[in-house]
């Protein structure tokens, strides 16, 4: 379920200018700047949106643009 889930982030991101990042730690440790997760990134300037520490999971990338389509 978690990789449908994923393509579908990747696709709704790259439809408006975004790219979603996966970490590629294989394991958290808490001296790591890198939690595990994904990082929402806007393509046109390079600029990390949501989850600078690869801390956001897909569902907040999706409540990030569900509250974008809302406003």
Known sequence: MEKNQESRIRRLARRNGYVVRKSRARKYVPTMNNLGEFMLIEASRN???????????????????????AA
């Open 47 to 69: 600029f990390v949106v949501l989850g600078e520490r690869f801390n956001a999971t897909l569902e907040d990338i999706e409540t990030f643009f569900t509250a974008r389509k």
